[in-house]
Nanobody, 125 residues
């Protein structure tokens, strides 16, 4: 079974940093792109970043560009999301997800196949 385990969320002050991790199992990690989405209370799930498989191309939503950095460690089958200069609007449940090979700059939920359980990020003002 494909499993994605997101972790690293928590409570942080505005302007602070967090690093999320997504550990993947049950598939050939190197052949898959990984995406990060978030969902704020009462809002739709929003695609914020993705990293492709072997070529490693990355995309970011405008709302997080220049603040968030996605990376992957194929040996550990893990993808990271470094989040800096956090804002109150970054609050939400963060999910990682997977699709074959490359990610698309659109980062839409319909483009992805499997989802983890999410990790909560709360940014206090």
């Amino acid at each position: 079974d494909v499993q994605l385990q997101a972790s690293g969320g928590g409570l942080v002050q505005r302007g602070g940093s967090l690093r999320l991790s997504c550990e993947v199992s049950g598939l050939i990690f190197e052949d898959h792109a990984i995406g990060w989405f978030r969902q704020a209370p009462g809002k739709e799930r929003e695609g914020i970043s993705c990293v492709s498989s072997s070529v490693g191309s990355t995309y970011y939503a405008n709302s997080v560009k220049d603040r968030f950095t996605i990376s992957r460690d194929n040996a550990k089958k893990t993808v990271y999301l470094q989040m800096n200069d956090l804002k109150s609007e970054d609050t939400g449940v963060y999910y990682c997800t997977v699709r074959r090979f490359i990610c698309l700059p659109t980062i839409k939920t319909s483009e992805y196949n499997y989802w983890g359980q999410g990790t909560l990020v709360t940014v206090s003002s």
